[in-house]
């Protein structure tokens, strides 16, 4: 049956008992922030605003589970940004995408952007939303690099952030269909959130994360020959944190993730239509970045957008599969802030494979530039 599928309740509670030291315990990656965040001071003002993210990402994967390649290339959003009152902001102009060795732009779409501050607390945004990266979610659930394959997001997204809570919820409507397309619908519906237990300000914190992906691929008014499915990912767990304020030693952190799959409509053809994974992390917060440790223990585990070292199916080869999945990664981060709106990063990261007893790597560097230049002021009644 081809009818949109509701999306099941899953309440997922769990306690960990750790200790540690920062209020991230994930690889930190504002240095390849681009979206622009909202002045209350500009009313009226008119602005040109770039977004560029040059990038090389090389990735050097031979497993079974994905294949490595290199990602060379560049993002460019010019477009004009106007801020239609304190609370209203409008932003109009084109994204492009393009990789190395190719004459061509890989993506050139529009981009339309209302930002609608809902309060001093809650934020809204219609159209192309503060995707990817911006989301910060776990790797597993989400992989950083769809900033570089698909870096625009569409759809409604929420905000919320106050001094306990910073929430993120949004969909991303990845394909539109109208009646008898012989395409179905697809998007995807996501859940960021952390929550400090212990004071705000206090060195020392406790917080819980909270992290839902929902896919979908579907619609009733369509003529598309595939079965309709609906898969979900939920993740939580506990953070402590405590902030060093060393001269080298920043920040020291540990943290578990409880992760799930759930496939709600057992449409997928995978081998199982539900799984779960554990996923412990350390970082230390130096000077210019982070150095982070994992170990991923899984079972029958999937998420669509994902990445693809943390399954327990190949994407690239049919029908393989291996139930339990044992990774250790670690990963190397520097940043440096070159001038107010120009940021570099480089990463190194490592995947050692217990099973088959191999290691992957991938590295890469990115230098972000995002510039407002002021135009004019306009005020209309």
Request: proline share 3%; hydrophobic share 40%.
């Amino acid at each position: 049956m081809k009818a949109n599928t509701c999306l099941k309740s899953f309440f997922f509670t769990i306690i960990l008992i750790g200790a540690s030291y920062t209020s991230r315990a994930q690889i930190d990656l504002s240095h390849r922030y681009t979206f622009a965040e909202f002045d209350t001071s500009a009313t009226g003002k008119l602005y040109f605003r770039i977004e560029n993210n040059n990038f090389v990402k090389n990735n050097e994967y031979f497993g079974e589970y994905t294949e490595g390649y290199t990602l060379p290339g560049y993002s460019i959003q010019p477009s004009l940004m106007y801020y239609a009152g304190k609370n209203v902001r409008l932003q109009v102009g084109a994204h492009l995408v393009k990789y190395s060795g190719i004459k061509d732009f890989s993506e050139f779409v529009p981009v339309v952007s209302a930002y609608v501050k809902l309060g001093k607390k809650w934020d809204m945004i219609l159209g192309n939303i503060k995707g990817d990266v911006h989301h910060r979610l776990i790797e597993p659930l989400f992989n950083p690099e769809w900033q570089y394959l698909r870096p625009t997001e569409t759809g409604v997204q929420f905000f919320h952030q106050s001094e306990r809570l910073w929430l993120d919820t949004w969909i991303d409507w990845e394909q539109f269909i109208f009646h008898g397309d012989e395409i179905p619908e697809k998007f995807t519906g996501g859940i960021s959130l952390d929550y400090k237990i212990t004071q705000p300000e206090a060195r020392f914190n406790l917080s819980i994360p909270f992290q839902m992906t929902a896919f979908h691929l579907g619609g009733q008014i369509s003529d598309y020959l595939t079965e309709s499915y609906s898969l979900i990912n939920l993740v939580s767990g506990f953070k402590v944190s405590q902030q060093i304020d060393g001269a080298f030693i920043k920040k020291i952190s540990l943290a578990t993730y409880f992760c799930s799959y759930n496939d709600l409509t057992d449409a997928r053809t995978f081998p199982f239509n539900k799984g779960g994974a554990i996923y412990p992390t350390g970082i230390l917060t130096y000077k210019h970045g982070e150095i982070m440790a994992g170990y991923w223990n899984a079972s029958n585990f999937f998420a669509p957008k994902g990445s693809a070292l943390f399954y327990s199916v190949s994407d690239y080869k049919l029908d393989y599969y291996t139930k339990k999945r044992q990774i250790i990664t670690a990963k190397f981060t520097y940043h440096k802030t070159l001038m107010k709106q120009v940021k570099f990063n480089a990463q190194v990261e490592s995947y050692y494979d217990v099973e088959a007893s191999a290691l992957e790597y991938a590295y890469g560097i990115s230098l972000v530039f995002t510039p407002n230049f002021f135009i004019t002021k306009l005020d209309f009644e």
